[in-house]
């Protein structure tokens, strides 16, 4: 949105404030809760510290108000928090909610300098367990939080493990709330089409298997672990083919194309994608090989709803997640992944399609985003109540 205009009150329940838009399971989950809420009785709005992204566009779209403060990475900025200062005091939100660390901090930060003290709530996104992996001024900001809990009314977390973890940094319990994401069930579903043209358009051949691995490219996500589990699961499949999505994940990735040698002719890189409903739907297995730092895992919940049995290391929600209806493995470790691999595309069809049926339904039954939307909704009630 452009320049505030004082003479034009608005009127905002809940003011939320995000790094940005750009692909993500945070930024996702909040477009998500945004475009489900749209039509409902609490009203949105959304602030977003960097301009642009793949999922502004559906939430403006859907007539959600966004402020973008044109922030440069994570660079922190005294302008833009000034800008946000004037925009909180603007809207008069009843609630204002960060999500994630940096954006956390912000949202505390602008209520300081507002009068009328909005409701404050924090949406952490990830655990604890890669804290020595972080950026520097990711650490600095993790301690800041520790100091300044005391004051926030909800902290929202993503995954039980998360909230104990930062509970045993001495985050308040009695602030806590878990909400797990939400998967829309009717965009991620099975598709027998889209699997075919997806299939057909990159060149798989008919019939072969498919392992598909969606993430961006950071060290956190372990791109290089897993092309080495997909090189020794190829030695012993050969017709197998991986595909990894996510952006820096293409050809012009030379790191990561060095690290595909092993699997090269049967590995596609094929970059950021906005249909991954359908790229979900052209596979036959989803990996998540993440080391360190996960909450929830949306790629796992989202390639499960389109009816794809999942593989992840033992990081963040995955267990939970996935229970009986896929397999777990240690972080760093190419071999049990390959391992696990292996044995899932060594069943026979039948017993993959039951188990894909049953990673499906887990999500219908649990991770909905009805069920998601519904637990934000009661907490937003019992915040302004308090």
Same mark, same amino acid.
């Given at each position: 949105?452009?320049?505030?205009?004082?003479?034009?009150?608005?009127?905002?329940?809940?003011?939320?404030?995000?790094?940005?838009?750009?692909?993500?399971?945070?930024?996702?989950?909040?477009?998500?809760?945004?475009?489900?809420?749209?039509?409902?009785?609490?009203?949105?709005?959304?602030?977003?510290?960097?301009?642009?992204?793949?999922?502004?566009?559906?939430?403006?779209?859907?007539?959600?108000?966004?402020?973008?403060?044109?922030?440069?990475?994570?660079?922190?900025?005294?302008?833009?928090?000034?800008?946000?200062?004037?925009?909180?005091?603007?809207?008069?939100?009843?609630?204002?909610?960060?999500?994630?660390?940096?954006?956390?901090?912000?949202?505390?930060?602008?209520?300081?300098?507002?009068?009328?003290?909005?409701?404050?709530?924090?949406?952490?996104?990830?655990?604890?367990?890669?804290?020595?992996?972080?950026?520097?001024?990711?650490?600095?900001?993790?301690? *800041?939080?520790?100091?300044?809990? =005391?004051? #926030?009314? &909800?902290?929202?977390?993503? /995954?039980?493990? @998360?909230?104990?973890?930062?509970?045993?940094?001495?985050?308040?319990?009695?602030?806590?709330?878990?909400?797990?994401?939400?998967?829309?069930?009717?965009?991620?579903?099975?598709?027998?089409?889209?699997?075919?043209?997806?299939?057909?358009?990159?060149?798989?051949?008919?019939?072969?298997?498919?392992?598909?691995?969606?993430?961006?490219?950071?060290?956190?996500?372990?791109?290089?672990?897993?092309?080495?589990?997909?090189?020794?699961?190829?030695?012993?499949?050969?017709?197998?083919?991986?595909?990894?999505?996510?952006?820096?994940?293409?050809?012009?990735?030379?790191?990561?194309?060095?690290?595909?040698?092993?699997?090269?002719?049967?590995?596609?890189?094929?970059?950021?994608?906005?249909?991954?409903?359908?790229?979900?739907?052209?596979?036959?297995?989803?990996?998540?090989?993440? *080391?360190?730092?996960?909450?929830? =895992?949306? #790629?796992? &919940?989202?390639?499960?709803? /389109?009816?794809? @049995?999942?593989?992840?290391?033992?990081?963040?929600?995955?267990?939970?997640?996935?229970?009986?209806?896929?397999?777990?493995?240690?972080?760093?470790?190419?071999?049990?992944?390959?391992?696990?691999?292996?044995?899932?595309?060594?069943?026979?069809?039948?017993?993959?399609?039951?188990?894909?049926?049953?990673?499906?339904?887990?999500?219908?039954?649990?991770?909905?985003?009805?069920?998601?939307?519904?637990?934000?909704?009661?907490?937003?009630?019992?915040?302004?109540?308090?």
């Amino acid at each position: 949105m452009g320049p505030i205009d004082r003479r034009r009150p608005m009127s905002i329940d809940v003011l939320h404030v995000i790094n940005g838009f750009h692909t993500g399971g945070a930024e996702r989950s909040l477009a998500n809760l945004l475009t489900a809420s749209a039509s409902g009785e609490i009203r949105h709005g959304v602030v977003s510290l960097q301009a642009g992204g793949a999922y502004s566009t559906a939430v403006a779209s859907a007539g959600i108000p966004i402020w973008d403060l044109g922030m440069s990475g994570g660079t922190p900025s005294p302008l833009a928090l000034l800008r946000l200062v004037r925009i909180v005091r603007h809207v008069r939100p009843k609630i204002l909610q960060g999500w994630m660390y940096h954006s956390n901090l912000a949202a505390s930060l602008s209520r300081l300098a507002t009068t009328f003290r909005p409701k404050l709530a924090w949406n952490i996104r990830q655990t604890l367990d890669g804290l020595q992996q972080e950026k520097p001024m990711t650490r600095w900001v993790i301690r *800041a939080h520790r100091l300044t809990s =005391p004051a #926030v009314d &909800a902290i929202i977390y993503n /995954c039980e493990l @998360s909230r104990q973890q930062h509970e045993n940094q001495r985050f308040p319990h009695q602030r806590g709330a878990v909400i797990a994401n939400g998967v829309d069930t009717q965009v991620f579903r099975p598709d027998a089409a889209a699997r075919e043209r997806v299939r057909r358009d990159l060149g798989i051949p008919y019939g072969a298997t498919v392992v598909g691995h969606a993430a961006r490219y950071h060290r956190m996500k372990d791109h290089a672990g897993f092309l080495n589990a997909a090189a020794r699961t190829a030695r012993s499949i050969p017709s197998v083919h991986f595909l990894l999505a996510g952006p820096g994940v293409d050809p012009g990735n030379a790191a990561l194309v060095n690290c595909a040698r092993g699997a090269a002719d049967n590995v596609h890189l094929i970059g950021e994608r906005h249909d991954m409903p359908d790229v979900f739907a052209a596979t036959d297995l989803v990996c998540s090989s993440s *080391a360190w730092g996960e909450g929830f =895992p949306n #790629v796992i &919940a989202e390639a499960m709803a /389109c009816g794809v @049995s999942c593989i992840a290391t033992s990081v963040g929600a995955s267990d939970e997640i996935i229970a009986d209806t896929g397999r777990l493995v240690a972080p760093r470790d190419p071999d049990a992944l390959a391992n696990a691999m292996i044995g899932v595309l060594q069943l026979q069809e039948g017993d993959r399609r039951r188990l894909g049926e049953r990673s499906r339904q887990r999500i219908l039954d649990h991770y909905s985003l009805d069920t998601c939307l519904s637990n934000y909704q009661a907490l937003y009630a019992r915040l302004v109540d308090a």
